[in-house]
């Protein structure tokens, strides 16, 4: 574990979430509607995956459209107004642009005139390596409102006929404003970011970029879209899942008992089930949507968040533990009371 303790660390504030917001496109694609395309079934895909159905956006329809939805719900619920906004964070892996960032297309829609801001690539873990950096911001004081936002438009990168990855991705965002803590909430606990580097070549996009720039031949290869080794990448995701979620509740000093949710990145039902087990938490006490929209990369814990907020299953006082795995192979882990 590549884990640099903050002894010393002076936080003049603690960060809380003071407001969420998500968006998903309307069109729902089913495993039926899968099985009309590629060699696939239903049976097979539930039982692997837990997936039923996810969501692609439009055709029109990018990253910064969808960040931006989810974004103006975020802000309308924490109360205060785009021009509050001092910093956007994007996590996305799959940016409008190589440059400019998606950032500055969602700070141009909302008319966060005062904010700065950048994307930050951190696979399907972006969304809390973007509220960790965002948290530090608001710990220092230098910033008051940080809009952290997790969209994904993976349609875009998904091979439609490889049949080993196109049924598990979806497209979606989520995000949230993060705060100062006020006496009444005491919001983030604790937050631990792990990588791996090493493990880089596993879940990638192999072209399109400085290291393999396009070409006819790349086109030709197919190799702008996502290429996964499944079976591997599994077992990193459970075992530096349940590292991570751990380290998070040890620094927050926090038991399992302690949580009243825990959300974790909705990547396949079997991996959210395996992390769940061997933290020691209960059926109950682990959300899951995986069913409903897949996986949705950075945007997945973003959605997931907000889902539990807006059903009413987080109450003032809980502690929520927030887990999630992806490309790079990066980990990040947050415990917070809500
Ligand atoms: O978000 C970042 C992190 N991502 C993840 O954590 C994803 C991690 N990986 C997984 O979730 C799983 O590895 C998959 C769901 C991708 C695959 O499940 P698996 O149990 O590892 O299956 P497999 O790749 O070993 O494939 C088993 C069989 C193969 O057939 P043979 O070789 O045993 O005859 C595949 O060809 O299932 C076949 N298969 C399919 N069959 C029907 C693969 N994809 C499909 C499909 N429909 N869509």
């Known amino acids: 574990m590549n884990e640099i303790k903050p002894e010393g660390l002076k936080k003049l504030y603690s960060c809380r979430i003071a407001g969420t917001g998500s968006y998903l496109p309307e069109r729902v694609v089913t495993n039926t509607d899968w099985e009309k395309l590629i060699d696939t079934n239903d049976e097979w895909i539930v039982a692997r995956t837990g997936i039923k159905e996810r969501r692609f956006a439009a055709e029109d329809q990018c990253t910064s459209d969808m960040g931006t939805a989810a974004a103006k719900k975020a802000i309308q619920r924490a109360g205060i107004s785009p021009e509050e906004i001092d910093l956007i964070i994007v996590a996305t892996v799959t940016p409008d642009h190589i440059f400019p960032s998606t950032a500055a297309r969602i700070q141009h829609n909302l008319g966060a005139t005062r904010a700065a801001g950048f994307d930050l690539q951190a696979a399907c873990a972006g969304f809390l390596y973007s509220m960790e950096v965002g948290s530090q911001f608001i710990a220092t004081g230098y910033y008051k409102n940080i809009l952290a936002i997790g969209a994904e438009k993976l349609t875009s990168i998904t091979d439609m006929e490889d049949r080993n990855t ?50 006819q031949e790349t086109l030709d290869a197919r190799l702008h879209y996502m290429r996964m080794q499944g079976k591997e990448t599994f077992k990193c995701a459970v075992s530096s899942m349940v590292d991570c979620g751990r380290a998070a509740l040890e620094r927050a000093g926090c038991s399992v008992e302690d949580v009243k949710l825990a959300i974790f990145h909705q990547a396949n039902l079997r991996i959210i089930k395996a992390v769940g087990e061997r933290l020691g938490l209960k059926e109950e006490q682990v959300f899951v949507n995986v069913n409903k929209y897949g996986n949705t990369s950075a945007a997945s814990v973003a959605i997931a968040l907000d889902e539990a907020i807006e059903t009413g299953t987080v109450h003032s006082g809980d502690k929520l533990l927030l887990v999630a795995f992806g490309s790079g192979f990066t980990t990040g882990a947050i415990v917070l009371e809500w």
Do not use: E, H, N, Y
Not at 194 to 199: A, E, L, R, V, Y
């Open 166 to 215: 196109c049924i598990l991705f979806g497209d979606g965002a989520g995000a949230a404003i993060l705060s100062r803590a006020d006496s009444k909430t005491k919001g983030f606990l604790s937050c631990v970011l792990q990588m791996d580097g090493s493990k880089a070549d596993l879940l990638q996009v192999p072209a399109g970029g400085s290291r393999t720039p396009a070409s």
